[in-house]
Nanobody
């Protein structure tokens, strides 16, 4: 059974930082792209960042580029999302997802498995 478990969310003031973790099990880690998505109340789920395993080049949405960094620890089957210079508009539930056939990396339909999410709240 594939499981993705997010952790690291919380409450932070604008300008602060958080690091999210996504621990994956039940899949061959190197065979999947791992992406981070977020969903704010009343909005659609949007792609934030992705690590496509085949080329190792990270992908970021324009809204987080330069502030967020994705990385992985293959020995721990864990992907991280380091979030700096947080803004109130970054407030959302953050999900990690695993996809076997990922092209853009930031499209919901490219992913097969999803975690339950972790709440990030940024106050102004």
């Amino acid at each position: 059974e594939v499981q993705l478990v997010e952790s690291g969310g919380g409450f932070v003031q604008a300008g602060g930082s958080l690091r999210l973790s996504c621990a994956a099990s039940g899949l061959t880690f190197d065979d999947y792209a791992i992406g981070w998505f977020r969903q704010a109340p009343g909005k659609e789920r949007e792609g934030v960042s992705c690590m496509i395993r085949t080329d190792g080049i990270p992908v970021y949405s324009d809204s987080v580029k330069g502030r967020f960094t994705i990385s992985s620890d293959n020995a721990k089957n864990t992907v991280y999302l380091e979030m700096n210079s947080l803004k109130p508009e970054d407030t959302a539930i953050y999900f990690c997802a695993a996809g076997g056939t990922v092209i853009t990396g930031l499209e919901v339909h490219e992913y097969n498995y999803w975690g339950q999410g972790t709440q990030v709240t940024v106050s102004s």
